[in-house]
Structures are given as C-alpha cells and as structure tokens.
C-alpha cells in the first residue's frame, strides 16, 4: 500500500494501492516467517516485479522465486456457538444492536462455522501478534504471483473486484500469512473453482467491480484465517468513519520493484460521494459521472492509502468487537495524493447479488441465506470515531 495508498483500478484508471511520499502504510510483518522470505528473496534481482502483460487498471502481478503448492484442507470442524437472540432494529437507531440469530451450523456449506468479522491477537513476548490482526486478507494469485487482494466471507467463499479476474481464470487464493512468498505453518493456498463476476460489469466504466470467488474446497478457520462480517443492504457508514485498508500493493506509485511482501494497513477516512464526485472530477481530466451510486469514497490526510496490487482488498471498519466489509478497492486516478480520494465498490449496495450468487452456488434459497450471513446491521449504526 501507498504510504497513501492501496492497489486500484486507475480508469485512466489504474487499479493501485494507495501511496505517498514515502512507504507510509504500516508493515505487518510475521517473524516467523521472515527467514523464509529472505531465502526466497536474497537479493535486489529477485524481488517482486511487475508482469507489465497486464491490462490497464491493472491489480498487480509479481514474480515468485517459489510457488507454494496447494494444500488439502479438510472439511472445517465445527465448534458449537452459543445462540443469539432476535429481534427488530430500528433504522439510525443509537442503541446496540441485536444480531440475528443462526440457524444451527453444519446445516449450510456456506457459513458454517461460528461468527465472522473477530480477530485473536494474542500477546508474544509483550507484543501483538500482527500477523492475525487481518485473517479475513487473501492475496489472489495467478501462476503462484500476486494479482490482487481479496476477503474471506465464508469458508468457501473469497470476495474481491471484477477487474481483477477479467480475462483470466486459472486462480489461486493464498491466505494465513502476512507474507506473500512464505511457507508458514499457518499458509494456506487453494484453487479457485468458480468465478462469479457482475455481469454488467464493464472495464471502461466504474460501476459493478465485484466478483465472487468459490473455492476448491472449504478451508478451516483458525487465529490466522476468519471471515469478515458483511453489512446489510443499503447500510451506510457515516462520513469521518475511522475504517481500514489492507494489501500487497505498490509503497511508490511510479516504482513497480515497490510492491511489497509484507501485508501493509492504511486507515481511511470515510468521505460522502457527492464530496468524493467533486474531489474526483477537480483532479482528474476525464469527464462523466464516474463516482456513482453503489460506490463507498475515503481517504487519508496522511496521503496513504491504496495503489495498484491493492485492487480487491477490503475496506473495513469496526463495530465494537465486530470488523465489517464496508467496500472492495476499485479504483482511482492516482496514488497517494490526499486531494485525491480512493473510490471501492460498496458491498452493501450488491448484499442481493452476493447472497443471490452464493445460493445459485449451493442450491439454497437465497432468503435462507441471508440468514446465515455473518453480521446483519442497521442502516448507520457505524458511528464517526
């Protein structure tokens, strides 16, 4: 990511990570793995790079010395989880809100296993362990290089951008570790089976950017792999929102040796779309409503943010203890220029087009579904921090 900014679609448009001045984002890194890395990267020359074969508004591709072997994940083992009760919310109500409750687990492939949207950061050594802080990121790969970023939504289910998967097919989605080219313990790899992506979805334009990735097979949940929380339709997230970014994008925008090993974080500031439209349309030479309805803008005062490589990657933010995917980073005119907002695919606008895609998937009645989904909240619950 860019010190301000995250991989996006620069339509003129790339997709990049969001950058600045200097490699702002913060640096997860994952000690145990370390060593790893530098074994497969002891030099300048074997850094990643960038597969300039790549079309336009491209997520970023970068070239592995190793390519890790998918490993055969066996069927999730179910942990009982307490129920929860139900009840009505009231839309901008200021109160807590009540989740509704699960139908029984193992009764849906989908989401079966306990709640989404919580992290394990356990103390080692008197310091956090920054490797689970995001356990929900996947780095979406192709020929065992990274393209994009991605979400954990469910057990065999990975949520990322339509531009990202335009074109091509043969995916893997890599997860567990803070590090793109390791072979922790906790690295999980494994093919991508379907792609779903919008079907309006067009590469000139902006709207429609999200795609559905179904897995080989389901993965097992663990302190270093858990989905994020999903919002309800139409939910919104107040302006001045504190939220996050996450991804393996570039660190300098104009610099493809840039693009970083390391999972890196950015917040973000949410900002309203009409703003956003405004900010866009005074930075950018190009004409027509590009900031739409069904898009989610933020920033970063501190210029970082996302660039390319960041594309597909969620923007999250925190309810209490619950972390919700609020937008996919889509795209953007340049990286790291805090005059210049970052614009993701609002998730909450296509709540219908995932669950319907899920259930077509499964074969369950797409109302059913809803009920499974991790964490349904009212519309504004998200207060500015």
């Not at 809100?97 to 079966?112: A, N, R, Y």
């Not at 995001?134 to 065999?156: D, F, K």
């Amino acid at each position: 990511m860019w010190g301000s900014g995250v991989g996006v679609r620069n339509l003129g448009l790339e997709m990049g990570r969001f950058l600045g001045k200097k490699p702002v984002m913060r640096v997860l890194a994952a000690a145990s793995c370390f060593s790893h890395w530098t074994l497969m990267f002891p030099g300048e020359g074997a850094r990643p790079k960038e597969d300039y074969a790549m079309s336009l508004a491209t997520p970023e591709a970068s070239s592995a010395s190793g390519q890790l072997k998918s490993l055969q994940v066996p069927v999730p083992t179910v942990a009982p989880v307490p129920p929860t009760p139900t009840a009505k919310e009231t839309v901008g109500s200021s109160q807590t809100p009540v989740l509704e409750g699960l139908p029984p687990l193992g009764t849906s492939p989908l989401l079966s296993q306990g709640a989404c949207g919580h992290r394990t950061l356990g103390i080692i050594g008197g310091k956090p362990a920054p490797e689970r802080k995001w356990p929900w990121q996947v780095s979406l790969q192709l020929r065992g290089r990274h393209r994009c970023g991605g979400s954990l939504i469910a057990p065999q289910w990975v949520l990322t951008a339509a531009h990202c998967v335009e074109h091509f097919r043969e995916f893997t989605v890599m997860m567990g570790t803070t590090y793109l080219y390791s072979h922790c313990k906790t690295t999980v790899v494994v093919p991508v089976k379907h792609i779903k992506s919008h079907k309006d979805f067009d590469w000139n334009l902006t709207p429609n950017d999200i795609a559905l990735l179904q897995l080989a097979h389901s993965v097992n949940y663990s302190a270093y792999i858990q989905p994020v929380c999903l919002p309800r339709k139409n939910f919104e997230v107040r302006p001045g929102t504190q939220c996050w970014i996450t991804g393996w994008g570039r660190t300098l925008e104009f610099d493809p040796a840039s693009m970083s090993p390391k999972l890196q974080e950015a917040e973000q500031l949410i900002i309203p779309l009409k703003q956003c439209a405004v900010m866009v349309e005074k930075t950018s030479n190009k004409s027509g409503n590009r900031v739409q309805k069904g898009m989610v803008c933020a920033q970063n005062i501190k210029s970082e943010g996302p660039c390319r490589g960041d594309s597909g990657s969620p923007l999250v933010c925190q309810f209490q203890t619950s972390w919700i995917q609020v937008g996919i980073v889509s795209w953007g005119d340049r990286c790291g220029l805090k005059e210049v907002p970052a614009v993701y695919t609002d998730v909450s606008f296509y709540k219908d087009w995932i669950t319907a895609r899920m259930s077509q998937a499964s074969g369950l009645d797409s109302g059913f579904l809803i009920l499974l989904l991790c964490l349904l909240l009212p519309l504004g619950i998200l207060a500015t921090l």
